[in-house]
């Protein structure tokens, strides 16, 4: 089981990124799949995340707004479009998926696969 994030990079305050992430190995189409970051010295925070059948979003409230995550079952893949870019949005961003298909929430203990994480850079 495998999760794959990328799309990360560098990009000037204002601008937009697209991150991707895949699953292979298993494709965690009944479940909710959600993204967190870290900024360095940091602990890892919530942004966002979506329910399987694509009703339901929760984001946190420093990117409500800004960001939008979406998801295609049939690629196995989440998206997180983020726009509006902060220099304080620069952080690895991980995606997850849940402990068990009913879990739907912001916590990480509650998410037990992780994706390699992809590198977000803000400049101001």
């Known amino acids: 089981v495998q999760l794959q994030a990328s799309g990360g990079g560098l990009v000037q305050a204002g601008g937009s990124l697209r991150l991707s992430c895949s699953a292979s190995g298993r494709t965690f189409s009944n479940y909710a799949r959600a993204w967190f970051r870290q900024a360095p010295g940091e602990e890892r925070e919530f942004v966002a995340a979506?329910?399987?059948?694509?009703?339901?979003?929760l984001y946190a409230e420093s990117v409500k707004d800004r960001f939008t995550i979406s998801r295609d079952n049939r690629k196995s893949t989440v998206y997180l479009q983020m726009d509006s870019l902060k220099p304080e949005d620069t952080a690895v961003y991980y995606c997850a998926a849940p402990t068990r298909a009913i879990i739907f929430g912001s916590a990480a203990k509650e998410y037990a696969f992780w994706g390699q994480g992809t590198q977000v850079t803000v400049s101001s």
């Open positions: 979506i329910s399987y059948g694509n009703k339901n979003t």
